[in-house]
């Protein structure tokens, strides 16, 4: 494991920490090569009864890794290892808690339709620009938000882009819970450990029952995926990287 990723186990607790603060967690290929494994391992280990998701302070995560892009953009290939993480995050047998401060773009908020409770503090902001760079919804979220925010409140996040406050995002079913910041880990840790001791097999079967059949998630994230990658090497993705990119550079 790199320092970007940090895996520690506290009892049936497994904490999945993005740890690249100089970069606001944007996320590398080799990061969801990690994250996809100790999700694997963890649901694999008896012993483990909860994921948890945090982040740094002040950023869950910027998102993808936008020098990963421009390289796919440019004719290179890769990414395997970014469908391998969203698959064992829609698969995941255990449940998933996830606490977020701060900025929260992309995949740093679409990772949040996938846990069953979100703690998020004041300061936060959830925002997906897909289609600002020319790119289209991920990690199955064209299915999941419009079911989580009904049809227009997912067009706002994914089709517009507006970002949701977490006061917005808590009324509109996105999160759980708003906390303070210097609360945010202590309160999704409680929440975890909280988890960890229910019944182990009545639990899974009632998460089972309220997340339904997942192989529509999953064909759906596949779709997506291939969408993704068209689009990446498209000249509409290629210009808006290239000018988003210039302009973080000035």
Sequence with gaps: MSDHIIIERQDAVQTIRMNRPDKKNAITRAMYAEMASALAAGDAD???RVHVF????GAFSAGNDLADFMTIATGG???GEVWDFLLALARTEKPVVSGVD???VGIGTTINLH?????ATPRTVFRTPFVDLGLVPEAGSSLLAPQVLGRQGAFALLGLGEGFPAERALAAGLIY???AE???EAATLAAAREIATKPPEALKIARDLMRGDRSELVARIKVEGEHFRARLKSDEARAALVAFMTRKKG
């Design 46 to 48: 008896p012993a483990v």
């Design 54 to 57: 945090l982040g740094v302070p």
């Design 77 to 79: 290939e890769g990414g």
């Design 102 to 104: 701060g900025i929260a």
């Design 115 to 119: 846990c069953d409770l979100t703690f």
């Design 177 to 179: 819970k708003v906390v």
């Design 182 to 184: 210097d609360e945010l």
